[in-house]
């Protein structure tokens, strides 16, 4: 039996492989059949933290509503990030309240196994908390209200019926591209991927491109914590440790931040943040792939410091990691309204449009070329507002943002990013969806009054 031909090759040198053709650098395609596997009012894309509260939202707001998340669990960071605090949900010293504030109830009475809730100096309130238990919690919480849910799905590209409006969208599962039809459609994907991909404007980074450094988070088991703290009383972010490392020859990374060791959940371990990696665009394959790699190594590269130089870390280990990086920033919209950096530093309140309350510092880690860590006092008593506008691109009519994505200043979202704060941004956005859907209504055109109504009507305290 002679071998199958992959390819046929006719006298203009095109490769014909099914439907498509391949010319020079790339493939063609006439014609695909793409199954319809799903028509409803809204399409939440990305099941992180921001995805959860949008879809829970607007479920609840009767909309027949449909999640896609590209990963095996949903949460997004809480499930991912090897306990990367949940924080940000206590602007004024007071709940943000709505799904945020249901959830971290979760978290909270999960008992000392599963959570751990510390003042942190400028952050307020952390949930140092087991991502393992949040994965299952997630899960139960999702299926005991019945949330049509689709996990091992990534979305992939557009349907667009005009210039402003997606009919659909493309996805990619086990089972090949599928097609999803809906009214209304949350962008939750983290990076705008479906307002990147319907032409929408957005921006990338501070004003030369330059994004945050990202993060592998993982756990370090086998340590002696008392002596390590014991230790650290006398060389604060381990300088002198690093020192003595670097004249041995031991690689020590200048981006790493070794300040953000922190008492780990379980006995005898740490949960470090300590890891940067510089230069990477979390929209981008081929930046990620470098930025995972380089954080695998310089997660053992970190282990072995420890090992050799830090008291109390003689018999270190990783007890487990982030299963992926951790992106601060990436893409930002162009919105119908826009957060400022000198909003958030004159705590600007706007009571006609507000979704959400904020209080943060200004966290501006290994950005581009800097290595500086830029770190403003604040004043936990107060807060400012995100406007209902930052949410809705300029040139979509049917797409809303939740997330990280939103419109604003790259400062602004250093310090408004904390994923309880994403839960209250999905909620808001959700909320609107469901209203869009339901009315046919633009969500530039939303009724910002009712949408608050109905927020205030969900628990969410608005300060208004």
């Avoid at 031909?5 to 493939?27: A, C, P, S, W």
């Avoid at 599963?114 to 919480?141: C, N, Q, T």
């Avoid at 003595?244 to 379980?266: Q, W």
């Avoid at 006092?377 to 209902?388: A, E, F, L, Q, S």
Wanted: with cysteine; glycine share 12%.
């Amino acid at each position: 039996m002679t071998a199958a031909r992959l390819f046929m090759t006719d006298d203009k040198e095109e490769k014909v492989l099914n439907q498509y053709r391949i010319e020079g650098n790339h493939v063609i395609t006439e014609k695909e059949s793409i199954p319809v596997i799903k028509e409803c009012d809204v399409v939440v894309a990305g099941g992180g933290p921001a995805g959860l509260g949008a879809a829970v939202a607007a479920f609840r707001s009767g909309a027949d509503v449909f999640l896609i998340e590209k990963n095996a669990f949903l949460g997004g960071m809480c499930s991912y990030g090897a306990g990367m605090p949940l924080g940000g949900a206590y602007p004024g010293l007071k709940t943000i309240g709505g799904i945020a504030e249901e959830i971290l109830t979760k978290v909270r009475n999960a008992g000392k196994d599963a959570a751990d809730v510390r003042h942190m100096p400028l952050f307020g309130d952390w949930y140092f908390h087991d991502s393992e238990y949040f994965k299952s919690m997630i899960a139960e919480y999702v299926m005991d209200m019945g949330l049509p849910v689709r996990l091992h799905t990534a979305f992939s590209d557009v349907i667009m019926e005009d210039g402003r409006t997606v009919k659909g969208i493309i996805v990619n599962s086990k089972n090949g591209r599928e097609a999803i039809l809906a009214r209304a459609f949350v962008d939750a994907t983290g990076d705008a991927d479906i307002c990147a991909k319907a032409g929408a404007a957005y921006e990338k980074g501070d004003e030369n491109g330059a994004m945050m450094g990202v993060t592998i988070v993982f756990n370090l088991g086998g340590v002696e914590t008392e002596r390590y703290f014991e230790y650290l009383e006398t060389d604060p972010g381990l300088k002198n440790a690093i020192q003595r490392a670097r004249k041995a020859g031991v690689p020590v990374s200048e981006d790493d931040k070794f300040t953000s060791i922190h008492k780990g959940l379980r006995p005898g371990s740490l949960f470090m943040n300590s890891v940067r990696v510089r230069g990477i665009d979390g929209s981008d394959a081929d930046s990620l792939s470098r930025g995972e790699l380089e954080g695998r190594v310089r997660m053992m590269e970190e282990v072995n410091f420890l090992r050799g130089f830090v008291p109390g870390c003689e018999n270190a280990y990783i007890m487990n990691s982030g299963s992926q990086l951790g992106i601060r920033d990436t893409r930002r919209i162009v919105g119908e309204d826009y957060l400022s950096m000198e909003d958030c530093l004159e705590l600007k309140k706007r009571p006609e449009s507000v979704i959400l309350r904020c209080t943060g510092p200004f966290d501006n880690t290994t950005r581009g070329n800097e290595r500086n860590y830029v770190l403003n006092d604040i004043d936990m008593t107060k807060w400012y507002d995100i406007p209902y506008g930052c949410l809705v691109p300029k040139d979509l009519d049917n797409v809303v943002v939740a997330g990280r994505t939103f419109s604003c200043h790259y400062m602004a979202l250093t310090s408004s990013r904390g994923q309880a704060l994403l839960m209250g941004l999905g909620q808001a956005s959700g909320t609107a969806a469901a209203m869009a859907a339901a009315g046919g209504t633009a969500f530039k055109d939303i009724d910002v009054a009712l949408l608050q109504k109905k927020l205030i009507e969900a628990d969410c305290d608005l300060g208004i």
